[in-house]
């Protein structure tokens, strides 16, 4: 059982290490790294979704419902 201890040991270690490094890259998604959130585009299209509601105009007349 000695070695096979030290390969574990070194596999769970390798495991921990990964999992911190993804953590530590994914802690701060706001930022021009490649793998950070394209904010730049969400807010293009926020700011045409709103400009397309604001030109929105209703008709002037609805037809009378038939019931």
């Keep these: 059982m000695g070695w096979a201890v030290v390969l574990i040991v070194g596999m769970v270690a390798f495991i921990l290490m990964g999992v911190e490094e993804l953590a530590r890259e ?4 706001f930022g ?3 793998n950070d959130l394209p904010l730049d585009d969400i ?3 926020i700011r045409r979704s709103i400009n397309m509601i604001g030109q929105f105009q209703p008709p002037a007349f ?6």
Aim: aromatic share 6%; charged share 25%.
């Design 62 to 67: 609805f037809p009378p419902h038939d019931r």
């Design 43 to 45: 807010c293009m299209m």
């Design 26 to 29: 994914i802690e701060n998604p």
């Design 32 to 34: 021009l790294d490649v």
